[in-house]
């Protein structure tokens, strides 16, 4: 209780910073895309996997809205909304067919191969996608609504905090249940989770599905709040970023996304403002640091805490 406490809280100290300081909402909106997708990117990080390719579902779920928002004009944020996460989901059900069956540096790298022709098809589809110039997405209607520019973004502000809550919980519940702990047992034992009569193939599947729908969600709403969709999103870069952030926060429990994100961004943000030659290797240095220092990242930190003190007080 005490998590989603503080949760509720921190969001709603987001949104009274985004209504009195209006130039945060943006810097507060991406902020959260990364967390939502380091979100997705911690699923398969509790089966022991890790996708270096994931921002491609950003990708696409970003691409459609801005290919739908394109051929029909004046189609509304929600429908666009819906549209692209549909479409990150259709993608890795396919996807997720083959690629679930790797493991280790296989998954990874199959999953950083494919990100990479998608990215490389939309450089080269100029007619198409625009390009490395991307797409520009018109400022669509909310329910029907047309907004100014302040009160679109502080919609998206709001919009992007519920469902930052939503994911946060609906990913910590899926851990909890049977599936999400079947999902962890293929980190550790999957011969004896085979032996046990479950299907690791189903299980990885299962959990690849809803990694992916959740980074979809991130890049609905940064193409949303970009009003411009280019193949940026889905580089490898961008993936690297995803783990990072995990890393930092911790795949324990679903609030380390969100942590490492603040702490992402954070040294990001200071180290570009004070060391602008050297951001990148701070960057890098802290991750290092926190691999040394906290394995299992802030959350798992905190946990560790939390639970030496229940031992103290039983």
Known sequence: MKVYA???????IALVVGINAAWTITPIVIGLTYA?????VSVMVRAGQVSFGHAMFACISAYTVAFIARAYPGTDALLLMVAGVAASFVAAAIIGLFVVRYRGIFFGMLN???SMVLFALLGKLYHLTGGTDGIRIVRPTIAGI?????????????????LS??????????????SGQA?????????????LGFSAYFIMWKGYLLSAVVVGFSGV????????????????????EFIFITILGGAGHAAGAFMGAVGFESVKLMSAAYFPGLWQFILGFTLVVVIFMFPTGFVGQIMKRVRAQNELKG
Do not use: C, D, H
């Not at 503080?6 to 709603?12: D, G, N, Q, V």
């Not at 939502?36 to 997705?40: E, P, S, Y």
């Open 221 to 240: 709403i940064l193409a949303l709040m970009q009003g411009l969709v280019t193949p940026e999103i889905g580089a490898w870069l961008r993936s690297g």
């Open 183 to 195: 999902l962890s047992a293929i980190k550790t034992n999957e011969t004896r989770l085979e032996y």
């Open 112 to 114: 950083l191969a494919l």
């Open 146 to 162: 047309v907004l100014e520019r302040e009160a679109f973004e502080l919609w998206l502000l709001v919009m992007t905090l519920v």
């Open 36 to 40: 939502i997708a380091a979100l997705g």
């Open 165 to 178: 809550l939503f994911l946060a919980w609906w990913v910590q519940r899926y851990f909890r249940s049977g």
């Open 6 to 12: 503080l949760s509720l809280l921190s969001a709603i």
